[in-house]
């Protein structure tokens, strides 16, 4: 069950400036994709139905005429507005995979206190250079 989804309740609270149609992350239809130039700070704030404890993080990305996003950091809070996002894991990407998923729950596993969040903020840190594409795309973030 996919807990950011806008069927579960989720939904994008905030998201970095530049970001194009970052609500496609957390939506059901396919088509659509968030959109960034590659090259800015990218990052948004999802917000679930309720805390929950964090297992894994789907990414899916179906564009085929942007690069993906590489390096990710995933953030967590119980409440939002907030200073102090905790670190629940960083992960890497696949260049030519179009569905990934990530296990979070084996590094919360060992902080277990700290991986019952409601508020998921997602950092990218790089992205993958394929061809020339200036822009990056994502189509769905997902949290099992």
Known sequence: YDYASMHAGARLVTQAKGLLHAKAVISPDKSLYMLSPCETRTWFVVSLLEDLFLEHVGLVTLELFASGYRHLQILGSSKYPTEEWRLLGEI????????????IGSRCRRQADKCWVRFLKVRVLSHHHIEENSFCALTRFQVF
Request: charged residues 25%; without cysteine.
């Open 92 to 103: 890497e990407s696949n260049a030519t995979a179009n569905h990934e998923l990530f296990d």
